[in-house]
């Protein structure tokens, strides 16, 4: 199934462009769009503007977004603002997944590709940007690769909090999630996070016991390891068409050793 935009980022490219004049044209759709055509027109207006990204974001209403920006709003903290905002952002964009890790300076949150491929620049600036004028307080820059939260930002209370209500909206955001199927959940975070795949990370990662992960694929008829087979399978196809050194493919996919990674594509993609 292809993965869908929001869109809300359609209506931000399309008013950018209109500021800027340019000549851009997508069919208009009362929901969700299609992230090839979304991820084309990124490509053609940031040749023209190399901050198209991030003045496209500026163009976005708060609420635009939908349930996760109320979840952020109201969570007590940035640090759990900002692990509701990883585990529900698939509602907004199923082609991209967030990820939090800690460094030496504080927190860093970090934009990938679910299939490895490369984001076009403006619409890496434009998810990055639309998530910081959301968490506007001090301590967050905008690192190479991401924001960066220092440790004192992430544990400061937020104004808002309202965690009864985010009980409410969490149920909401469940069960837009939950209409995909769990494989399809656990291969979307996988694709990301390949080079260090584990059950226990990949459940933290969606919000969820190892256990309750573990069953729901189960009651699929299918596991944890045949997902990361699978995944590892058609990551590891487009790289091998693209070329790439079968050093960095192994290290990609999470292999110690070239040899293992040979080992694996002998068994699994012949």
Not at 231 to 259: H, N, S, Y
Request: with cysteine; charged share 25%; hydrophobic share 45%.
């Amino acid at each position: 199934m292809e993965p869908t935009v929001s869109a809300a980022t359609v209506h931000a490219i399309v008013a950018y462009a209109t500021e800027r004049s340019i000549p851009i044209h997508i069919e208009s759709r009362e929901s969700r769009y299609p992230f090839a055509e979304v991820a084309e027109l990124w490509s053609r207006i940031e040749k023209s503007d190399s901050l198209a990204g991030s003045r496209a974001a500026a163009l976005v209403p708060f609420g635009a977004f939908g349930v996760v920006e109320h979840l952020m709003l109201l969570s007590e903290t940035l640090e759990q603002s900002l692990a509701r905002l990883v585990r529900y952002y698939p509602t907004v964009n199923e082609a991209f997944a967030l990820t939090t890790r800690t460094v030496r300076a504080g927190t860093l949150l970090e934009l990938h590709a679910c299939d490895g491929a490369r984001i076009p620049r403006a619409y890496a600036d434009f998810v990055l940007t639309s998530i910081r004028r959301r968490i506007e307080i001090a301590g967050i820059t905008r690192s190479p690769s991401g924001l960066l939260i220092d440790s004192a930002s992430m544990k400061a209370p937020l104004p808002f909090a309202d965690e009864e209500l985010c009980e409410v909206l969490q149920d909401v955001a469940r069960r837009r999630l939950d209409r995909r199927s769990m494989a399809e959940c656990v291969s979307n975070v996988l694709r990301s996070r390949l080079d260090r795949a584990s059950l226990a990370d990949v459940a933290a990662q969606m919000g969820i016991s190892a256990r309750t992960l573990q069953r729901r694929l189960i009651q699929e008829r299918t596991s944890f390891r045949e997902v990361l087979d699978g995944t590892r399978r058609g990551v590891a196809l487009r790289l091998l068409d693209e070329r790439m050194p079968v050093k960095q493919i192994a290290d990609r996919l999470g292999f110690a050793e070239v040899r293992s990674f040979y080992r694996w594509r002998v068994r699994s993609l012949n």
